[in-house]
């Protein structure tokens, strides 16, 4: 099984990989630190997993060469279960590019991650109703000090693509 | 846009609004002006706590209808 | 199926109003010095006095270390030592391992293992190792991306955006990740204009440790002479190279508090890269000069060069040498200079031409990887701007009367 690490710029993806894989690399608290994709291995439910740590995006329409690359590493691991990470207290925009992913057809994997700072500042984010109108597993993350981690090391499984279709008959009526 | 405090996002001029889509920038957002750089330089938002630079010629593109 | 974009928001809005309450936003204290760093009229004096404050540490605690320790070291236990203990059966050897037998310094003797281990870890290793701390605390906490929004203004003129000022303030640690980072510029124009802005004027770490060493009262005016040749030469760039600069557009974050682990993670893995590559590299680039020497081929080198150099560049023959050695390491080529006998102004020439000269194998390398045209097309410019702008600094001296 193939894991894509995907998420906007300065979530930290970097951080997850680093607690996936022991695989160390470095983070910068400014956009495009990795613009390189690196890759590790893990074991999840007693099988080999390849992690692949993504440069940052904010879409899939890409806005730079680190950008280009993302997209073209999610485009060329066509079988890939992607993790979206996402900032929990920004997690509008962070939904804009999970299901960019989903339309796509890859199963994905929501990650809340920075979880804690998002408690910190007050939001409140119904994971379970969440994860029941995208038809996702949603994990809470705060990759930095680990919790999380393994909760999301053991729900790739239970990644399956889903239609938007479905999402949108779930997520009740118009605004 | 106008070079007030505070105001909500009321359109988004053509292929803007896909570019700022993925940062969150979109119609119906409340948008605080954080600051304008001098001579024709920069400015910076803030959208749901998230802080963004655009060009100034970019922000010209953003209606926003200000609060006050 | 896919959404247009309006779709995918209006669906967003369905989704979060069920299961997202944000909370009432407080504004922290790291907000609050967010907007001060990033607003012009206080943002632009915290730029100065980061920077004076960057260098002021950065001299002083490499001086500290370099003068009150390393120099005391390698010139009065390592070079004596060397001098009298290894066989001097081969001349040749000795000549290329200890170097001059009758040298009393390190920067004088030029061997292997006197002159290049001096540099390398007497100088450069404490000037590098506050270098990336500090830079590593500043792009941790999240400044950059700040400093990017102040600078756009000036960066248009050059065809760049404001966040080009990464790429820019990385390549003074090392121009090898500074090159990796360009890519984070949009378009083909602006990644060329950078990078052939950082392989030509931007020094390295290692560079600004030995010049801190070797010539500390005009390091100042070769820093401006740089800084003035960065935005000419990427002015000029900027109206002659087809295609558009694009307009900034970016995600700045919020501060946040350093992780010390990650702080001590990559200080560590820039000092391995120091220790295994950078000190061979100095090593190997006095070998090859000595070899030269030996062979005759630099004596040859100076002869020919030697119009170009004291006619139009205003320095003695003897430069060539270092510049030589500036193909390996920059650093080495400057701790060269620094014995050759000449006026301060000829010293501030040659430093000025090693670093915009042939940038150093490793950025070389990199280059090449980001594309073998754009390569092609900086070394271009390069050749242009070298033969160009050292004749202007030699002018700019004759016209101040001190060249």
Redesign the interface.
């Known amino acids: 099984m193939k894991v894509l690490l995907m998420g906007h710029p300065n979530v930290g993806k970097s951080v997850v990989f680093n607690r996936f894989t022991g695989v160390d690399v470095i983070t910068s608290n400014y956009p495009g630190t990795t613009v390189e994709y690196s890759e590790g291995s893990m074991r999840a439910e007693g099988e080999e997993v390849t992690v692949i740590d993504v440069p940052g995006t904010f879409s899939l329409e890409p806005k730079d060469k680190a950008e280009e690359v993302a997209v073209e590493m999610l485009e060329k691991e066509k079988n890939a279960v992607v993790i979206s990470v996402v900032d929990a207290s920004k997690i509008e925009r962070g939904l804009y590019l999970t299901l960019e992913i989903i339309e796509r057809g890859y199963p994905v994997v929501l990650a809340l991650n920075m979880w804690d700072m998002a408690k910190h500042k007050g939001f409140n984010i119904d994971v379970n109703r969440l994860s029941e109108i995208l038809g996702v597993p949603v994990v809470p993350t705060t990759a930095v000090s680990g919790e999380g981690i393994n909760k999301l090391a053991s729900v790739l499984k239970r990644a399956r693509p889903i239609e938007v279709e479905t999402i949108s008959g779930r997520a009740g009526g118009r605004v | 846009m106008e070079y007030d405090d505070k105001g909500s996002v009321k359109d988004i001029e053509g292929d803007l609004r896909n570019r700022l889509a993925g940062m969150g920038i979109r119609k119906g957002k409340t948008i605080r002006m954080i600051t304008r750089q001098p001579i024709k330089g920069p400015v910076v938002v803030e959208v749901d706590g998230a802080s963004t630079s655009l060009d100034l010629e970019m922000a010209k593109k953003i209606l926003v209808e200000t609060d006050r | ?3 247009t ?2 779709e ?19 504004e922290t204290l790291t907000d609050v010095i ?2 001060i760093t ?3 009229m206080t943002g632009i004096p915290v730029v100065i006095a980061s920077l004076y404050l960057f260098w002021s540490i950065f001299g002083s605690f490499a001086g500290f270390f370099t003068d009150g320790f390393f120099v005391k070291f390698f010139d009065q236990y390592w070079l004596p030592w060397w001098q009298l203990h290894f066989p001097d059966t081969w001349e040749w050897l000795y000549y290329i391992v200890v170097g001059d037998p009758l040298a009393d310094n390190c920067l004088e003797a030029f061997g292997m293992l006197t002159s290049g281990l001096f540099v390398a870890v007497g100088v450069v290793l404490p000037a590098i190792f506050i270098f990336y701390l500090m830079l ?1 605390l500043l ?4 400044y ?2 700040r400093l ?3 600078v ?2 000036i960066l248009h003129k050059i065809g760049l ?2 966040y080009a000022i ?1 790429p820019t303030i990385l390549s003074l640690g090392c121009n090898v990740p500074g090159v ?2 360009t ?4 378009t083909r124009k602006e ?1 060329f204009v950078m990078m052939t802005l950082l392989a030509i004027f931007v020094p390295c770490g290692a560079q600004l440790g030995i010049m801190q060493q070797v010539i500390p009262e005009t390091m100042g005016l070769v820093l401006l002479y740089l800084v003035i040749g960065y935005f000419v030469t990427g002015f000029v760039l900027n109206r002659i190279i087809p295609g558009k600069s694009p ?10 508090k ?2 010390l682990r ?1 702080v001590a ?2 200080i560590w ?1 820039r000092m391995r890269e120091f220790f295994t590559s950078a000190i061979p590299f100095v090593l190997l680039g006095v070998l090859m000069v000595n070899v030269l020497y030996l062979a005759g081929f630099i004596q040859w080198l100076s002869c020919t060069l030697s119009p170009l150099f004291v006619y139009w560049f205003g320095i003695p023959e003897a430069t060539v040498g270092p510049l030589i050695a500036a193909f390996l390491r920059k650093d080495l080529a400057v701790a060269q200079l620094s014995v050759i006998e000449m006026t301060w102004y000829q010293m501030v020439t040659a430093v000025v031409l090693v670093s915009i000269y042939f940038p150093c194998l490793a950025t070389f390398v990199m280059l090449l990887r980001e594309g073998w045209k754009e390569l092609l097309g900086s070394l271009a410019v390069l050749i242009v701007v070298v033969t160009v702008y050292g004749g202007f600094v030699h002018l700019v001296g004759i016209l101040a009367g001190v060249a």
């Open positions: 199926m896919s959404l974009v309006d995918r928001w209006d669906l967003i809005d369905r989704i979060s109003r069920e299961t997202v309450t944000a909370g009432v936003y407080k967010g907007e990033i607003k012009p590593t792009e941790d906490v999240g950059l991306p990017a929004v102040l756009d203004t955006h404001g990464v990796t980072a890519r984070i510029l949009e990644r307009e900034i557009l970016m995600d700045v974050p919020p501060y946040q350093p992780l990650n993670l990559k893995m």
